[in-house]
């Protein structure tokens, strides 16, 4: 496998989006999306702690985080990564869009880059995402992608894998 950190941080680009490293200059952007273990920022000052954590993380090899730049907007849209399980060769995708940004198939895209990735550069052998029941619009992206339900969660949340072989299947 070829885990974090990276010799240089390995940016991902398309033609509508660029797959990027977080800088502190982005956080402004992105205060109302920025999280760490299911908690969101309060100000900017949290939002810096936690891009620091999340850098921590990433230099101990135990995740790998993006920012989702439209090229066209020049700013930070979301962002996305693995989070967890790197030592058993899966990684849990977690993902979120400023609402700016929703509905234009840059999270689409954006998965799809990461999966590719994760499979191709990182050697992962399985995929986790993790949603609310409620968020419609999550579910069907996924599942869309070829992740599978494997299971219901507290707070009406379920678990989703994907395997290189069920991806873009569907």
Not at 22 to 49: F, H, P, Q, V
Not at 86 to 100: K, R, T
Request: overall charge neutral; hydrophobic content about 40%; some cysteine.
């Amino acid at each position: 496998m070829n885990l974090p950190p990276y010799k240089l941080f390995p940016a991902i680009k398309t033609d509508r989006i660029s797959l990027r490293e977080i800088l502190t200059s982005d956080l402004n952007d992105i205060i109302e999306i920025s999280y760490y273990n299911s908690r969101l920022a309060g100000s900017e000052k949290e939002a810096l702690e936690m891009l620091n954590k999340i850098n921590t993380d990433y230099m101990n090899g135990s995740s790998i985080h993006w920012g989702i730049e439209e090229i066209s907007a020049g700013r930070i849209a979301g962002t996305i990564g693995f989070y967890r399980g790197f030592d058993q060769a899966s990684g849990e995708l977690g993902c979120v869009l400023l609402p700016s940004f929703r509905g234009k198939g840059i999270m689409t895209e954006a998965i799809r880059s990461v999966v590719d990735f994760g499979f191709n550069t990182a050697g992962l052998k399985l995929i986790k995402a993790v949603t609310s029941n409620q968020n419609i619009k999550a579910l069907r992206l996924i599942e869309r992608l070829g992740f599978i339900k494997s299971s219901e969660l507290q707070n009406d949340n379920a678990e989703f894998e994907l395997t290189r072989s069920n991806f873009g299947k569907t």
